[in-house]
């Protein structure tokens, strides 16, 4: 069924509606829950009781309190950007670090690690969580145990939710930065070797502005995933609480309209940033 | 010299690696399948046992929800199959120029969302005094308010929504590089559409079926927001037994145990998949 091939126009008819309907799927939870947020109810249902910027800006004199006013998401928001921030430092450059090690050298047991380094994509986020808690919580109470030192970074928290996070999204970031340096021509590298560079000042004047593209796209994808995480982040985090998770508790005792507020401040922000790097990228 | 300055900068990449897939990969999951054959006989006592896994399965809960998640899970995968094909067909074999970018990307537009915003998106639609049940009753369609959340069919629901790119990506990727002369020639010697379908689409489009068919099926047994938030009481899913465990109970061996079991249904499903369709996970992976 392709277009040099002639179809009924029935089939195209179903098709067509079919794609319309699909598209309708994709796009409805997330418009409604972004209209709700502008709507003057407390509840985030149906029926429409006007405009209100309330679920934004309100004070909390009327017994509505705005996101802009509400301290605990404030904080959580705060958190999980300090958890990205790191996330995406420590993912990018191990994500650097490797995409040149399996793309440019040769050594023994190269398809092994590449292997091993796929794995994370394979494990479930649960259990990544999971595992790491067992192990350095676990380690830390022993070492509380035995020698009375108190290792309290390896305590449920933020060092454990960026180490959480770092696993796997270092993968993501590998792979990015891997397929672009694929592309590179290494005989630009050799030119500035011929031409009197070191390695190193060959590395970071061809190859690293070659790379910046997928650098910025690998950062912006890891800042996104780690902002986004639940199911790593639930099981590591102490008592600062990120926000996914702060929303997550918020929900189980029902849902309000600055619910819906957050979420399109979520949905406008990651917006941007995808804009941003796609024309980053187009315009290298 | 030469020599020693190239292994010089081998093991200055290898050891960043290095640390990290040990570090935060191995031993922990190492860690975590001692600690699930460790019994606590008292506070600080421990001894090697089996009975976190007995547990498993003599208590009927626990079987049957990994079960009932292992099901699910395939055919929510299946279903995301079947939904994306038709789209990730019209984007690389009947759009042109621009319109076939743009419809990729708003196949991308849910994923500006995180899981819990698309979840929640899902529970204003569906529930008791949703939008749905509002619009059937304008309509007349419906005397009361309808409960469309809290059940299975909500769920899956949910869970397809959440798969569909992973699904869609791979597949667009695979079917761009087909040659569309392929397709013409089924039908010039005489293949029905079910036959080219069978007989040259699929095939080639395997290794993007495998990836995103793996990708989602991970997602989806690993998923907690959505069938936690979407599900009723009967519908539970096994990562919330492990998230029970750990947070509610605090039996880290219980919990172990049944991570351990997860990792070791996920894994050979991946390794089922990849076997059937002669895949390997470098190529579907990387």
Redesign the interface.
């Known amino acids: 069924?392709?277009?040099?091939?002639p179809r009924s126009r029935l089939f195209d008819g179903l098709?067509l509606a079919?794609?319309v309907a699909?598209?309708v799927?994709?796009?409805?939870?997330?418009l409604?829950?972004a209209a709700?947020a502008f709507n003057d109810s407390p509840?985030?249902?149906?029926?429409w009781q006007g405009f209100t910027l309330d679920w934004y800006l309100a004070d909390g004199v009327e017994g509505r309190t705005g996101l802009f006013h509400d301290d605990s998401l404030l904080g959580a928001l705060w958190v999980s950007t300090k958890i990205a921030f790191w996330v995406t430092l420590g993912s990018v450059?191990?994500g650097c670090?490797?995409a040149?090690?399996f793309e440019r050298?040769q050594?023994r047991g190269k398809?092994f690690?590449?292997?091993?380094?796929?794995?994370?994509?394979?494990?479930?986020?649960?259990?990544?969580g999971?595992?790491?808690?067992?192990?350095?919580s676990?380690t830390a109470n022993e070492v509380s145990?035995l020698w009375g030192i108190e290792l309290d970074i390896f305590r449920p928290g933020m060092t454990l939710v960026v180490?959480?996070q770092?696993?796997f999204i270092?993968t993501l970031a590998t792979?990015v930065i891997?397929a672009r340096l694929r592309k590179f021509d290494p005989q630009l590298e050799e030119a500035a070797l011929n031409l009197g560079a070191t390695p190193l000042v060959a590395w970071f004047t061809v190859t690293l502005p070659w790379l910046l593209p997928s650098i910025f796209g690998a950062a912006a994808m890891a800042f996104l995933m780690s902002?986004?995480n639940?199911?790593t982040t639930?099981?590591l985090t102490g008592s600062d609480t990120p926000l996914?998770v702060a929303?997550?508790n918020r929900?189980r005792e029902g849902?309000t309209p600055v619910?819906?507020a957050v979420?399109l401040f979520?949905?406008a922000v990651?917006?941007l940033l995808?804009m941003l790097t796609l024309r980053q990228n187009r315009g290298s | 010299m030469k020599s020693s300055a190239s292994r010089l900068s081998l093991w200055l990449l290898l050891t960043p690696f290095l640390l990290w897939i040990v570090l935060l990969v191995l031993v922990p999951h190492i860690q975590m399948l001692r600690v699930s054959f460790q019994v606590r006989e008292s506070w600080d006592t421990l001894a090697w046992g089996l009975e976190q896994y007995q547990n498993f399965f003599t208590e009927s809960y626990y079987w049957r929800t990994f079960v009932r998640t292992g099901v699910m899970s395939l055919f929510t995968t299946f279903l995301t199959l079947l939904v994306a094909f038709p789209i990730a067909w019209y984007i690389a074999k009947m759009a042109r120029g621009r319109s076939k970018g743009v419809l990729f990307l708003a196949c991308l537009i849910p994923f500006w969302a995180s899981e819990l915003v698309r979840t929640y998106g899902w529970m204003i639609l569906l529930r008791e005094s949703g939008l749905f049940s509002s619009w059937l009753q304008a309509l007349g369609w419906a005397d009361g308010p309808v409960e469309m959340l809290y059940n299975d069919v909500a769920v899956i629901i949910g869970l397809v929504y959440n798969g569909l790119l992973f699904m869609v990506v791979p597949l667009v990727t695979t079917l761009d590089g087909m040659d569309e002369n392929l397709v013409e020639a089924g039908y010039d010697l005489g293949g029905g559409h079910a036959t080219v379908l069978r007989e040259v689409v699929v095939p080639w489009a395997m290794p993007g079926i495998v990836s995103g068919c793996i990708v989602v099926f991970m997602l989806t047994l690993g998923s907690y927001l959505t069938p936690v938030l979407m599900g009723g009481k009967d519908s539970a899913w096994f990562t919330e037994q492990i998230f029970t465990q750990f947070i509610t109970r605090f039996n880290w061996e219980q919990g172990a145990a049944l991570g351990v079991l997860l990792l070791v249904l996920s894994s050979v499903m991946v390794w089922l998949g990849l076997k059937l369709s002669g895949q390997s996970l470098r190529k579907v992976m990387g």
């Open positions: 069924m392709i277009r040099s091939v098709y079919y794609l699909f598209f799927y994709l796009a409805l939870p997330l409604v829950t709700f509840f985030p249902s149906l029926p450059a191990l670090v490797n040149v090690l050298l050594f398809e690690l590449y292997l091993l380094m796929l794995l994370p994509l394979v494990i479930p986020g649960v259990i990544l999971v595992s790491i808690l067992v192990f350095y676990g145990r180490m959480g770092v696993t270092t792979l891997g902002f986004e639940f199911n639930v099981m996914t929303l997550f929900l849902s619910l819906n979420a979520l949905m990651s917006g995808a």
